[in-house]
């Protein structure tokens, strides 16, 4: 089969990998030049992909069985007519034009489908965002429509925050649309994604609970499997069945959810492999989550998945701006037991770019919050150099 991959960063050079394994081909798509699916596709395309008629040229041009999206800004409108035309979106048209923008997923989950939110409000000048803040009420999280990686995401405490929150998200908004949204703060006992696949002819399967810590709206740890009561996870899945069948389309989703005192809270839903997921490359699993977003997609049917270890992911991360990152400590980090490291092979770096990831096991027997400070640990070994 022939993969169209749509953003070709990390997540997608491992999903490219995967696709290689079984012999299946891939054109990686990026809006720059040796962007890391690259690296390991059979071939590539760098196009703006917020251009519509750039966009059908290359697919005119390749012709894929399958368009795989791995980011947001993208002019998704136009996979109504792919699908049209015999090829298969991933997971489907409709799940990639309601997830790339956070108003339309959200709409869903908590309008359609009935399920428990924060209490949110959208604005599209910071007038209206004021008058959102009053709404929802202080503390409050502000995000634009179309980001990733935590990019323009704050934090409202203070009046004197609404205007710096406003300008910060139009600045990290990814795509055309200069919009956010303004949620209450959830009192959250902590966050977890749940990798839901959803396949074809077969039933959906769910991994076990991610937990993971952010900042500045981006992940920084996440582990597995995560602590979380029968009750809460039996919640979750529920939501997440729920929200993905209404979306449509086989393959990998990662739902996010906030577990608080009064239970379980949707998030936020990407309806492809996550940054959090990227644990599962520590062996955690039977099949990480680029193998099973692949056998989901092909309709090769996953018979369940296992748990097999104890795991931890910790982001390599850039300090300084480069056009030709190097790394140190590459031997070190080598050296330690049940740890592996991933370096992107991102052509270019800035402060807080996510370079490289840290991966740690062990027995599931052993108490996570040690697998999550080896990784740590293992992650502050290496450095990005300008």
Not at 1 to 8: A, D, E, Q, R, V
Not at 38 to 52: K, P, S, T, Y
Not at 205 to 230: M, N, T, V
Not at 332 to 343: E, V, Y
């Amino acid at each position: 089969m022939k993969i169209l991959l749509l953003g070709s960063g990390e997540l997608g050079k491992e999903f490219t990998i995967a696709a290689q394994r079984i012999g299946q081909i891939v054109i990686a798509v990026d809006s720059y030049e040796n962007a890391p699916a690259m690296q390991v596709a059979h071939d590539f395309e760098v196009i703006n992909m917020l251009n519509g008629d750039a966009l059908d040229r290359i697919v005119a041009k390749h012709q894929p069985d399958f368009i795989v999206p791995e980011i947001e800004a993208i002019r998704t409108e136009r996979f109504y007519d792919y699908e049209k035309q015999g090829i298969t979106v991933v997971p489907s048209a409709k799940a990639a034009n309601f997830t790339m923008n956070r108003k339309a997923i959200r709409d869903l989950a908590s309008k359609e489908l009935g399920l428990k939110t924060a209490n949110y409000r959208y604005a599209t000048t910071a007038e209206e965002l004021q008058k959102g803040v009053e709404a929802v009420g202080m503390p409050c999280v502000v995000k634009p429509l179309m980001s990733s990686s935590g990019k323009g995401q704050s934090t409202i405490k203070t009046e004197a925050d609404i205007e710096k929150a406003w300008n910060y998200a139009v600045e990290g908004s990814r795509g055309d649309v200069v919009e956010v949204i303004v949620e209450a703060f959830v009192k959250f006992n902590s966050e977890i994604t749940l990798l839901t696949v959803v396949q074809n002819n077969n039933p959906t399967l769910f991994c076990a609970p991610i937990g993971h810590r952010q900042e500045r709206g981006d992940y920084q740890e996440s582990w597995q499997p995560a602590k979380i009561s029968d009750k809460d996870l039996y919640e979750a899945q529920d939501m997440a069945e729920k929200v993905t069948e209404a979306l449509g389309g086989a393959g990998l989703f990662g739902v996010e959810f906030f577990l608080a005192d009064d239970g379980v809270y949707f998030s936020e839903l990407s309806p492809r492999p996550h940054d959090t997921g990227m644990v599962t490359l520590a062996g955690t699993q039977n099949f990480n989550e680029f193998e099973l977003h692949l056998r989901a997609i092909l309709s090769l049917p996953i018979f369940e998945i296992t748990l097999e270890k104890a795991g931890a992911s910790a982001v390599i991360l850039a300090s300084e701006n480069s056009t030709n990152p190097t790394y140190s400590g590459i031997e070190k980090i080598a050296s330690l037991p049940k740890t592996d490291f991933r370096i992107f092979g991102k052509p270019t770096s800035r402060p807080y770019r996510r370079m490289g990831v840290a991966l740690v096991n062990d027995s599931l027997e052993t108490p996570i919050e040690e697998v999550v400070e080896k990784a740590k640990k293992a992650a502050s070994l290496v450095t990005v150099n300008s």
